[in-house]
């Protein structure tokens, strides 16, 4: 399986203030995921960040308040923007691997509150 | 949309108590169903891979089963290290993941 890294594990920030969390993984891989958790709910999907082409996003998310990079097979990173205390939450990204890259393995998160 | 039920919320076990999690779903094509474990401040760990109707797997003291509307996750004697919160989540185009299911097993 593969070691995903993220930075920072946790911040917190000011409300209107933006916050880049990066995510590192151990191999090349095609796609990479970004998911948000919010307090005592699941998870779900931001979007998905493949490399050498735009991000696709998911329903209720957007690229300006949540833009993506992919500058490479190993790394990508998600900003969020002007924050609010309503995006408090976990972030994470996953890859995936496994049989069929079928299996998404995640990284630790990233812990933000927005004050 | 998919949808992916968990239940209960929460179960609260003593040491060596066996019991079971459900996941039940609705998916337009199934691709996998899958179940993670989660630790307070963590990301998901990867358990198992169900892919069709009847398969099952185990690990260690964790079994899981798959019907076509329904997954099981059995905890079989479980330990205070068991204590988690069990995430299931099925695939299609994407991962969608059920609320999850936070199991405390006291000593």
């Known amino acids: 399986s593969a070691v995903i890294s993220q930075k920072p594990s946790r911040d917190i920030c000011q409300r209107g203030t933006s916050l880049t969390i990066q995510c590192q993984v151990d191999s090349q891989v095609t796609m990479m995921f970004w998911y948000r958790q919010q307090p005592g709910q699941s998870l779900t999907l931001i979007a998905t960040a493949n490399q050498g082409s735009e991000a696709t996003y998911e329903s209720g998310f957007v690229i300006d308040k949540f833009p993506i990079s992919r500058p490479n097979l190993t790394f990508s990173t998600l900003t969020v923007s002007n924050m609010s205390p309503e995006d408090s939450s976990i972030y994470l990204c996953s890859v995936p691997s496994g049989r069929g890259y079928n299996e998404q393995f995640f990284g630790p998160g990233t812990r933000l509150t927005v004050l | ?107």
């Open chain 2, 1 to 107: 949309e998919d949808q992916v039920t968990q239940s209960p919320e929460a179960l609260r076990l003593q040491e060596g108590e066996s019991s079971s999690l459900n996941c039940s779903y609705t998916v337009s094509g199934l691709r996998g169903l899958f179940w993670y474990r989660q630790d307070p401040g963590k990301g998901p760990e990867f358990l198992f891979t169900l892919y069709s109707a009847g398969e099952e797997k185990e690990k260690e003291r964790l079994k899981a089963t798959l019907t076509k509307k329904e997954s099981f996750l059995h905890i079989t004697a479980p330990k205070p290290e068991d204590s988690a919160t069990y995430l299931c989540a099925v695939q299609d185009y994407k991962l969608s993941f059920g609320a999850g299911t936070t199991v405390t097993v006291r000593a």
